[in-house]
């Protein structure tokens, strides 16, 4: 391995900036950082260059380990936003610069120069000053002065953002020509995605410090596997769909979707599906459709793009069986459709026309959480609830949306619960806990008032049956905090000292699971004691925390955890809970789950 | 976001670096600290606290009884008096001078902007001398002064046009690159929707520059006041008549009164300070950092 | 920076009376005056003009002046080099007091300095008296008069260098770290260099000003002719004799000084501004 990362975290006033990033790049490869600003990436990038420490994980470069060497001592080579050349040195002593340092013979460090500027086509450049020279020019000096030092590792800082189109173009061509004639292997960060896409061998997708998935540009394209990633890498409508025993469902309207895991525990539940703009299908009735109906629809705009039509559709029917999701998750959201030319002159519209919509490829993301149902006595009260910040704040980050729902008095029999039940901590939490699960609800977070958004979540299951749904869930949850993630594993007192080693492997193995199955980076301890005490006292002792408790038996809701649930100040719990009796079916093991 | 952006944030990541020897970083930054601050302390802290420690050296009544002298009294009278005609004169030149610069182009300008820098890389002393030989006994008007029973040297007249000369850049110096910096698209804007000339100034440029106004005129004031060199040169140091502060507090000095020499230079001082308190709230206030 | 075509007549009123009065005031001020030092000088004999400037006693203060103010622009280089570092690059209780304390020699008159700092370094005062021991004296010395002029130009160095450090792109010394610089080679051959021309420009203000000093030197000095008599001195005395030719032909010296100054400045500058041009 080239460049190999283990669980590198830095933090910074408390806050993972980089949380419990892996990675591993291959010889020669390319491999692109991608993310939005303050996704961490190029603080990544710079500690695997050593311009900043971290504080925790490794990191290695060609088998050595470099944590603790300094930069000037690990042989890579950083190119720079703001190309950071030497204003006062000419082109040639700036690209000598690292070989000077070395004290090289000057005809040694002529002869590199000239081979270097020549790699980046800025033969006879030698004596001019950088501020001769165009912005395109000066970057291409600066990739020269990092390769100076045959650097076994090539780093670059998001390069081409102060440059315009044109010449980013021609720039990414010969950064692409040159990784590929030397065969360096190269890191890349950016935000933008076009650029990834047209440079990368494989794509690290970075959102709020985590690594959320790792895998080459089509692959990832076509089946992301996180809502983020799907979003990120190019438009895609979301829509809310139920997983029933027979396939996945629009309301009654059954569809064929790729990606679509077979039903757990035998219990319904929804599922967000993506459909890309340009696989949408437009008829002017339903017959013409030759893949799946979704819904009627509306145009509301046009947008002529060149080589593409934007459309903008309002769905019509009512109640609309596929839900989509807006950008706050709201009922105010379009479908976005894009058609090629030969598309529109096939079915040319105007606003306001009257369309059939059908999907021709849908692929269902394998994530757990799909939206928030806020669950309180009454609507009123369940709108508050709704406007928590926490609640709020995880409900736009997974452009998910909050239902409101009155549940008065536990009692009756209420309609089914899809997503996530929100309720307020309390001393009542724990009965209304079980009231939930026993009438449906799969997961349901107890929210105390004006709970923080976490910076440590601890993860338990009370039993291994629930430990694959509880990893899912809490690997989708930790993609949307920065927050560190800590398996608690819990023995009672009183094992004499050889039975430490059963407890032991298993949490390696609990954290090897939610690695290779969940894409989850998490650390584990193990507390000796009675369970709910130790999570009381692990909750206590610092502050922004939270617990993801997976359990498979409803009655513990109600008794055991009553007192961690009414605690004070409380902290937010989210239960997940997954029947005994799901066993049946044999475990279906997946890529990257979610 | 690339790497760190202000010298904070890249200290605090320096910190965290592998390699970066805490010990070594911190002994060179202490040593630093350590040393810039006793030298300013050696050079400026302690000649303003001798100052006021030498002027309360026999207590509150001697400082206080040393303003009781008259010829002290007049060299205050005759301070505050030039002040108040050159720093006005001053300021109308200096804005006069920055329109006329930063707002037109035209050939000469760059000798222009050099006179106006001349005085501040001429000795005080050579400043004085130019007016002694314009104005004095022996100067190219001295005999047609003489006989007409004016006196410029050796009297007020004199002192002014010596501080005036010492005095006159500091406010054309701050408004000049501050007008050009701030271009002339508001005026021309006024100019288009019918305001004259003097209207245009005073509602669009004045508001504007006015925090750099304030600042030039303050300097221009501290200087006007404290100097030396030129009115020694032009002022004949007669007690009681043409003794400035700062020349009364040599004549002071030079009979040995020290309560009396740093009484005044107390009250100077006290002048220097207040005015290095407006300087740093002018800046603070506009986020107005001076070049 | 927007500016008016030179062609078109400018739309913004003014042109000629503001013109017209700065070159009146500037003419009356400066050049009237000025004309006149250079005409006296000019109406001299040759042989009496070499005389008077070339004398030993003025010699011996041009040996002073220039000497004192050439160490003292030296020192201001290293310990204002240093003030601005720790200034841009550190924090610490009252920094923005030191920040404000700097300008002092620009507010505190000359004359004031002049009697503090004599008092300071006399024998007795409260440096001096840990000096005398050594047989160190600083009042009425040469090391008294550099003192003082080393005080009167320390901030020129600092004000100027200040903004230049404060511009040092923190990228530069990453990227020299990253291709294999140790901090000591990045200081020498990054952050010198580009402060160069400010340390420079900082050095010369710094030298013309002490060069000219008067009201902060004279108390320290002692003034004793041929040993630290500073040449504005010896242009008073020649006044105070009424000689005036004589202090015009010193006065011209210090004028002509007082112009190549302005010239250094000027050149120093603009090569300031063409090494850190910006393409962007």
């Known amino acids: 391995m080239s460049i190999a990362l283990d669980q590198v975290t830095k933090r910074y006033q408390e806050q993972p900036v980089v949380n419990d990033v892996s990675i591993d790049v291959g010889e020669g490869e390319f491999f692109v950082l991608l993310g939005p600003s303050g996704s961490g990436k190029s603080t990544l990038l710079r500690a695997i260059a050593g311009l900043t420490g971290i504080d925790h994980g490794r990191i290695s470069l060609h088998g050595r380990d470099v944590t603790h060497v300094r930069a000037r001592d690990r042989g890579v080579g950083l190119v720079f936003q703001n190309y950071a050349l030497f204003r006062h040195m000419t082109v040639a002593d700036n690209i000598e610069f690292a070989l000077r340092v070395r004290r090289t013979k000057a005809a040694e460090r002529r002869a590199r120069r000239k081979e270097l500027l020549k790699l980046v086509s800025l033969e006879g450049m030698d004596e001019r000053l950088p501020g001769q020279l165009s912005g395109g020019q000066q970057q291409r000096v600066a990739v020269a002065r990092a390769l100076a030092h045959k650097p076994q590792v090539l780093l670059l800082d998001e390069p081409f953002g102060a440059l315009d189109a044109k010449i980013r173009e021609e720039l990414r061509r010969t950064i692409?020509?040159?990784?590929?004639?030397?065969g360096i292997t190269t890191v890349l960060v950016t935000h933008d995605q076009e650029e990834a896409f047209a440079l990368a061998d494989t794509i690290g997708v970075m959102n709020h410090g985590r690594l959320l998935e790792v895998g080459n540009p089509s692959d990832l394209y076509a089946q992301p596997a996180t809502r983020f990633v799907a979003t990120f890498l190019g438009a895609a409508n979301l829509l809310l769909a139920r997983q029933a025993a027979d396939g996945i469902r629009f309301g009654a309207t059954p569809v064929s979707a790729a990606g679509a895991e077979p039903m757990q525990a035998g219990r319904e539940h929804e599922v967000v599906a993506v459909l890309r703009p340009e696989e949408v299908e437009i008829g002017a009735t339903r017959d013409e459709l030759t893949s799946n109906y979704i819904a009627r629809g509306a145009v509301e705009e046009i947008v002529f793009t060149g080589a593409l039509e934007r459309l903008r559709v309002r769905l019509l029917d009512e109640p609309c069986a596929?839900?989509?999701?807006?950008?706050?998750?709201?009922?105010?959201?379009?479908?976005?459709?894009?058609?090629?030319?030969?598309?529109?002159?096939?079915?040319?519209?105007?606003?306001?026309?009257?369309?059939?919509?059908?999907?021709?490829?849908?692929?269902?993301?394998?994530?757990?959480?799909?939206?928030?149902?806020?669950?309180?006595?009454?609507?009123?009260?369940?709108?508050?609830?709704?406007?928590?910040?926490?609640?709020?704040?995880?409900?736009?980050?997974?452009?998910?949306?909050?239902?409101?729902?009155?549940?008065?008095?536990?009692?009756?029999?209420?309609?089914?619960?899809?997503?996530?039940?929100?309720?307020?901590?309390?001393?009542?939490?724990?009965?209304?806990?079980?009231?939930?699960?026993?009438?449906?609800?799969?997961?349901?977070?107890?929210?105390?008032?004006?709970?923080?958004?976490?910076?440590?979540?601890?993860?338990?299951?009370?039993?291994?049956?629930?430990?694959?749904?509880?990893?899912?869930?809490?690997?989708?949850?930790?993609?949307?905090?920065?927050?560190?993630?800590?398996?608690?594993?819990?023995?009672?007192?009183?094992?004499?000292?050889?039975?430490?080693?059963?407890?032991?492997?298993?949490?390696?193995?609990?954290?090897?699971?939610?690695?290779?199955?969940?894409?989850?980076?998490?650390?584990?301890?193990?507390?000796?004691?009675?369970?709910?005490?130790?999570?009381?006292?692990?909750?206590?002792?610092?502050?922004?925390?939270?617990?993801?408790?997976?359990?498979?038996?409803?009655?513990?809701?109600?008794?055991?955890?009553?007192?961690?649930?009414?605690?004070?100040?409380?902290?937010?719990?989210l239960i997940v809970y997954r029947p005994p009796e799901a066993r049946t079916a044999p475990d279906v093991v997946s890529g990257t789950a979610a | 976001m690339a790497g760190p952006s202000t010298h904070a944030d890249a200290a605090a990541e320096l910190a965290t670096r592998p390699g970066h020897t805490n010990l070594r970083a911190t002994l060179v930054r202490w040593l630093l600290i350590t040393v810039s601050l006793t030298f300013l302390g050696a050079l400026l802290a302690a000649p303003l606290a001798a100052v006021f420690s030498m002027a309360l050296e026999k207590g509150w009544a001697a400082y206080f009884g040393s303003f009781a002298d008259p010829d002290t009294r007049a060299s205050i009278r005759l301070t505050l008096t030039t002040a108040l005609i050159v720093v006005p004169l001053n300021t109308v030149f200096g804005i006069t001078a920055a329109w006329c610069i930063a707002k037109f182009e035209f050939r000469g300008k760059s000798i222009l902007i050099t006179l106006i820098d001349l005085p501040l890389a001429v000795s005080p002393v050579v400043s004085g001398l130019i007016y002694v030989l314009l104005f004095g006994l022996n100067g190219w008007f001295g005999s047609w002064l003489q006989d007409h029973d004016i006196s410029i040297v050796y009297a007020l007249p004199g002192i002014i046009l010596a501080t005036m000369f010492v005095t006159f850049p500091y406010v054309a110096r701050e408004l000049i690159p501050l007008m050009q910096q701030l271009g002339n698209d508001e005026e021309e804007a006024a100019i288009t929707l019918g305001a004259g000339g003097w209207f245009t100034f005073f509602r669009v440029t004045l508001p504007r520059i006015?925090?750099?106004?304030?600042?030039?005129?303050?300097?221009?004031?501290?200087?006007?006041?404290?100097?030396?060199?030129?009115?020694?040169?032009?002022?004949?140091?007669?007690?009681?008549?043409?003794?400035?502060?700062?020349?009364?507090?040599?004549?002071l000095y030079n009979e040995y009164n020290m309560v009396g020499a740093f009484a005044v230079a107390s009250l100077l001082s006290l002048l220097a300070v207040a005015t290095l308190v407006i300087k740093t709230l002018v800046e603070g206030r506009a986020g107005y950092r001076r070049r | 920076m927007k500016s008016v075509s030179q062609r078109e007549p400018s739309v913004i009123p003014g042109f000629g009376i503001t013109l017209g009065f700065t070159t009146f005031f500037l003419s009356a001020i400066v050049l009237l005056p000025l004309s006149a030092l250079v005409l006296k000088t000019a109406g001299m004999d040759w042989s009496r003009f070499v005389e008077v400037i070339a004398s030993p006693r003025a010699l011996a203060s041009y040996r002073l002046s220039f000497g004192a103010s050439l160490v003292a622009a030296g020192v201001n280089m290293v310990f204002g080099f240093a003030l601005a570092w720790t200034l841009v690059?550190?924090?610490?209780?009252?920094?923005?007091?030191?920040?404000?304390?700097?300008?002092?020699?620009?507010?505190?008159?000359?004359?004031?300095?002049?009697?503090?700092?004599?008092?300071?370094?006399?024998?007795?005062?409260?440096?001096?008296?840990?000096?005398?021991?050594?047989?160190?004296?600083?009042?009425?010395?040469?090391?008294?008069?550099?003192?003082?002029?080393?005080?009167?130009?320390?901030?020129?160095?600092?004000?100027?260098?200040?903004?230049?450090?404060?511009?040092?792109?923190?990228?530069?010394?990453?990227?020299?770290?990253?291709?294999?610089?140790?901090?000591?080679?990045?200081?020498?051959?990054?952050?010198?260099?580009?402060?160069?021309?400010?340390?420079?420009?900082?050095?010369?203000?710094?030298?013309?000003?002490?060069?000219?000093?008067?009201?902060?030197?004279?108390?320290?000095?002692?003034?004793?002719?041929?040993?630290?008599?500073?040449?504005?001195?010896?242009?008073?005395?020649r006044l105070e004799e009424f000689d005036y030719a004589g202090a015009a032909a010193l006065g011209f010296v210090m004028l002509a000084i007082s112009f190549v100054m302005l010239l250094a400045i000027n050149l120093l500058q603009v090569w300031g501004r063409k090494r850190m041009m910006v393409s962007r």
């Open chain 1, 322 to 573: 596929a839900q989509l999701l807006g950008p706050s998750g709201n009922d105010d959201a379009r479908l976005e459709i894009t058609r090629t030319q030969h598309e529109r002159r096939a079915l040319p519209l105007a606003q306001g026309a009257q369309i059939a919509i059908g999907a021709r490829r849908l692929h269902v993301l394998p994530t757990p959480l799909s939206s928030f149902l806020a669950c309180a006595a009454t609507e009123a009260e369940a709108a508050e609830l709704a406007r928590e910040p926490l609640l709020e704040s995880l409900s736009t980050r997974m452009k998910t949306r909050v239902g409101l729902r009155a549940i008065d008095g536990l009692t009756g029999t209420p309609a089914p619960f899809s997503g996530v039940a929100a309720i307020s901590g309390g001393t009542e939490a724990a009965s209304t806990v079980e009231w939930l699960l026993r009438h449906g609800a799969a997961e349901v977070l107890v929210l105390p008032r004006n709970a923080p958004s976490p910076t440590r979540v601890y993860i338990h299951w009370t039993d291994e049956a629930a430990r694959r749904a509880t990893l899912a869930v809490a690997a989708s949850l930790l993609r949307h905090v920065s927050a560190e993630a800590v398996y608690l594993g819990i023995v009672p007192e009183g094992r004499p000292g050889s039975g430490r080693a059963a407890p032991m492997r298993a949490l390696l193995d609990a954290r090897s699971d939610a690695q290779q199955h969940h894409g989850l980076e998490m650390r584990t301890e193990l507390a000796i004691g009675e369970t709910v005490s130790e999570l009381t006292r692990n909750l206590s002792a610092g502050s922004a925390q939270m617990l993801v408790l997976g359990i498979t038996d409803i009655t513990q809701a109600g008794s055991a955890y009553r007192s961690l649930l009414a605690g004070q100040p409380g902290w937010p719990v």
């Open chain 1, 176 to 182: 692409r020509s040159v990784q590929r004639e030397l």
């Open chain 3, 89 to 237: 690059r550190y924090e610490f209780p009252g920094r923005r007091l030191v920040d404000a304390i700097i300008d002092m020699p620009f507010a505190l008159p000359t004359a004031v300095s002049g009697i503090a700092l004599t008092t300071i370094f006399s024998a007795n005062g409260w440096i001096g008296q840990y000096l005398e021991p050594y047989g160190i004296h600083v009042a009425y010395t040469p090391i008294g008069i550099t003192v003082a002029l080393t005080l009167i130009s320390m901030p020129f160095v600092v004000r100027t260098v200040q903004p230049a450090l404060q511009e040092v792109q923190r990228d530069l010394e990453d990227a020299a770290e990253t291709l294999g610089a140790g901090r000591f080679y990045v200081f020498r051959r990054i952050i010198v260099p580009t402060v160069l021309p400010a340390l420079l420009t900082g050095f010369t203000l710094a030298f013309a000003r002490a060069v000219g000093e008067y009201g902060s030197v004279i108390f320290i000095a002692g003034n004793k002719a041929m040993k630290t008599e500073i040449t504005p001195l010896l242009i008073v005395i």
């Open chain 2, 210 to 251: 006015r925090w750099g106004l304030i600042y030039g005129v303050i300097l221009c004031n501290a200087r006007a006041m404290g100097e030396f060199g030129a009115v020694s040169v032009v002022s004949g140091n007669v007690r009681g008549l043409t003794n400035t502060m700062p020349l009364q507090i040599e004549s």
